[in-house]
């Protein structure tokens, strides 16, 4: 370079040099690297204007230099400019990605919950386990001995048309009730016994109330000096834990094999409190289970003096007091696990 004109021109020719690139930029990091290439000390095409001075006639130095300077000082602010403009659009991308309407509706989580019968199952459990009982779950495949003979009902014993029985050869069937484990129990266990026994039964039976397939949970005391007022006090603690403080209990004389005496227990209706609705027919009673005292051929069979011990023993349908405490009027309701019906069942 020769002199100042020489300068001038080439600073004009750095600035539009400078304002044609920048209109390319789209970041703040493209801005602080098109800066480089004209400010940074060592390669800056305008720090190297600097390094013309020696060249230059002495009597132009001193404009030279400011004429250099001023085109620094232009090309400083106009990259501030510009850094902060494209910082500022960065910044307001980020908000408008990172974006949070608070006034649309929260997404719904589903939970799951669980099966009306597995509630059942539990809360019954836990009431008797409060009270002492332990847990004896037998298997569903049994022997015609422990579902039936041993529980007093013989081969050609009348009662063994009351449940329609799945045999699966003459010896074995799908158990018609979970009695079938008091047997086991009684024979594997000295008294004092106190155990429920919940799990699945199985009959050939089907309606809108009944199914092939259900569930019960038997309950099993055997201890000296136990008689039926003992059975009437504790289904009365228990049905005002699961029906509501002020339900009533009553018995009904009934007939049971393997219980002498039977008795069907009712409890007060916890709909309508007694005066009578639909729930229970009018009547203001709703049965619910099935007792009795353990019959003493029973207690012989399992090999318990039944002159020294005595026992009751009781036995209910998990899906009809599913049914009673949720409304459900048809017990397939509750295997056909449709989520419109069991979405609406969660204690
Ligand atoms: N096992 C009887 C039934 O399934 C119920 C029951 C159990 C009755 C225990 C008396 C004692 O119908």
């Keep these: 370079m020769q002199d100042l004109n020489e300068l001038l021109a080439k600073i004009g020719e750095i600035k539009a040099e400078i304002e044609a690139g920048s209109a390319e930029l789209t970041t703040s990091k493209a801005v602080y690297e098109f800066k480089k290439t004209f400010l940074d000390s060592k390669q800056g095409k305008i720090s190297a204007l600097m390094k013309e001075m020696r060249n230059i006639p002495k009597e132009q ?6 004429n250099v300077n001023a085109a620094k000082e232009w090309a ?16 307001r991308q980020r908000y408008e990605s990172e974006k949070v309407d ?14 009306p019968i597995t509630t059942v199952r539990n809360q019954l459990s836990d009431i008797f386990m409060s009270m002492g009982f332990d847990v004896f779950e037998g298997t569903e495949i049994e022997t015609d001995y422990y579902n039936f003979t041993a529980l007093n009902t013989p081969d050609d014993h009348p009662a063994r048309d009351m449940q329609d029985t799945f045999y699966l050869s ?3 069937l799908l158990r018609t009730q979970t009695s079938a484990g008091q047997v086991h129990v009684m024979e594997n266990k000295k008294p004092p016994i106190k155990v429920i026994s919940p799990g699945k039964v199985f009959r050939s039976d089907d309606d809108a109330t009944h199914s092939p397939m259900f569930s019960q949970m038997e309950g099993l005391v055997v201890d000296k000096g136990i008689n039926l007022c003992d059975l009437k006090g504790m289904l009365t603690m228990f049905s005002k834990q699961i029906f509501g403080e002020d339900t009533k209990t009553r018995l009904r004389p009934s007939y049971f094999p393997f219980t002498e005496p039977s008795v069907e227990v009712d409890v007060s209706c916890f709909q309508c409190g007694g005066a009578g ?5 009018g009547t203001g009673w709703i049965e619910v289970l099935g007792a009795g005292v ?6 012989e069979n399992c090999g318990i003096d039944s002159n020294e011990y005595s026992g009751f023993a009781f036995g209910l349908g998990l899906e009809r007091i599913a049914m009673l405490k949720y409304g459900i009027n ?12 069991l979405d609406q069942i969660d204690d």
């Design 61 to 66: 130095k001193q404009d030279f230099g400011k």
């Design 76 to 91: 400083l602010s106009y990259f501030d400019e510009l850094d902060q403009k494209m910082k500022a659009e960065e910044l």
């Design 102 to 115: 608070i006034t649309m509706p929260a997404k719904k989580v589903k939970y799951g919950n669980l099966h």
């Design 170 to 172: 003459p010896e074995f």
């Design 277 to 281: 609705c639909k729930l229970c027919k």
């Design 294 to 299: 353990v019959n003493k051929k029973v207690l």
């Design 330 to 341: 048809n017990i397939k309701m509750l295997f056909e696990s449709d989520l419109r019906v």
